[in-house]
C-alpha cells in the first residue's frame, strides 16, 4: 500500500521551532547565524539512527567537497559533556566527507536543543532523504518511545508516516536477530520480513528465500504452507484467505482504533472496509470517533 508523507516538507523548521534571532555579524554571503567550527570540535551523535555510511557514497561526496565547498551548514548543539564543543544533530555525511577531504573547519548553524529534540530531528532528516534502513527506522522509532514517552501516534505525527507504518515498523524488531541483520543488509525487503514475523522458523524460512530469490508473494504463499506459527501470528477467526502481512497489519491497526473488528476486502487498489458491531451502544461510539473532530 501507498504510504503517505504527511507532513514531511516542513519536519525539520516545525521540529526545529520558529527562527531565533540570528547573528548580524555573519560574513557576506554566508546565511545569517552560520560559523565556521573546526571540524576537530564537532563530536558525532552516539543516537544517530543511520548505523551504516557506504565509503563509496562518502569519498564521492568528498570529492565534491574538495571541489565546491560544503554547500549546506550541518546542524549541531552544544556538546552536553565537553564546554566549548560541539555534536552533531544533522549532517553526519557531510561531516564524514569533510574529514576525508581534509578540511579544517566547516559552516554550521547551532541550536539548544534537548535529547529528544535531538533524536527526532535526526530522523526526520534520514526519513526525508529515505536514507534509513527498516531496521534502523524501526530502532528510532522504539528509541522515541521507550526513551522519551512517545506513543506511536504521535511518532508518526512527528516523521510524517502514518501509524500503521510506524507500527509495522516496529512488528519488525520482533523477527531474530539473524533475520534482522539479513534485512539491514539489503538480503530480505521490509515485505519478506513482515510475511516472517511470529514463525518459528523465521530463520530457515529468511534463508530459503535468499536462496531461492522469491518474491513477496512467492514468500507469504511458503511461508503459509511450510512454516509453524506462533499462537500469535495464527490468523484472526473470520479473515480471508491470502491477505498479504500488510493488509492484516492495517486491519489490526484499525481495530484498535475504532475498538471494533475491521475486516478489509481489496482487489486490486479498490475494494471496501467492513466493521462489526454487536450493540448500538457500539455504534454510537463508533459514531463518536469517526465524527471526532469533524
Known amino acids: 500500500m501507498a504510504e503517505g508523507r504527511r507532513g514531511l516538507g516542513r519536519g525539520l523548521s516545525a521540529l526545529l521551532g520558529e527562527a531565533e534571532a540570528e547573528n548580524a555579524d555573519a560574513p557576506a554571503g554566508e546565511p545569517a547565524g552560520v560559523r565556521e567550527i573546526p571540524i576537530e570540535l564537532i563530536h558525532r551523535n552516539p543516537d544517530q539512527p543511520r548505523r551504516r555510511f557506504g565509503e563509496a557514497e562518502i569519498g564521492e561526496l568528498a570529492d565534491s567537497i574538495r571541489e565546491k565547498g560544503v554547500l549546506q551548514p550541518v546542524l549541531l548543539r552544544p556538546a552536553p559533556d565537553l564546554p566549548g564543543e560541539y555534536q552533531l544533530v544533522a549532517g553526519e555525511r557531510r561531516w564524514r566527507a569533510s574529514q576525508q577531504a581534509g578540511l579544517r573547519a566547516m559552516p554550521a548553524l547551532i541550536r539548544e536543543l534537548d535529547d529528544r529534540q535531538v533524536l527526532e530531528i535526526a530522523i526526520v532528516e534520514n526519513v526525508q532523504r529515505a536514507d534509513l534502513g527498516v531496521v534502523e527506522e524501526a530502532l528510532s522509532y522504539k528509541a522515541l518511545m521507550d526513551r522519551f514517552g512517545r506513543t506511536q501516534e504521535e511518532v508518526a505525527q512527528v516523521v510524517g508516516k502514518s501509524r500503521p507504518h510506524v507500527a509495522n515498523a516496529l512488528r519488525l524488531l520482533t523477527l531474530p536477530e539473524p533475520v534482522q541483520l539479513m534485512l539491514a543488509e539489503g538480503r530480505l525487503t521490509a515485505g519478506h520480513a513482515r510475511a516472517l514475523v511470529g514463525h518459528t ?33 495464527r490468523p484472526v477467526a473470520g479473515r480471508a484467505g491470502g491477505k498479504d502481512a500488510d493488509t492484516m497489519a492495517l486491519e489490526d491497526d484499525l481495530s484498535e482504533v475504532l475498538g471494533l473488528p475491521v475486516e478489509i476486502k481489496d482487489a486490486g487498489g479498490a475494494g471496501e472496509i467492513r466493521i462489526r458491531y454487536k450493540t448500538l451502544e457500539q455504534l454510537d461510539d463508533l459514531c463518536r470517533r469517526l465524527t471526532r473532530g469533524g
Open 201 to 233: 522458523e523465521a530463520v530457515s524460512l529468511a534463508r530459503e528465500i535468499i536462496d531461492r530469490e522469491l518474491n513477496v508473494r512467492e514468500t507469504e504463499a511458503l511461508v503459509k504452507r511450510g512454516a509453524p506459527e506462533t499462537k500469535s501470528a
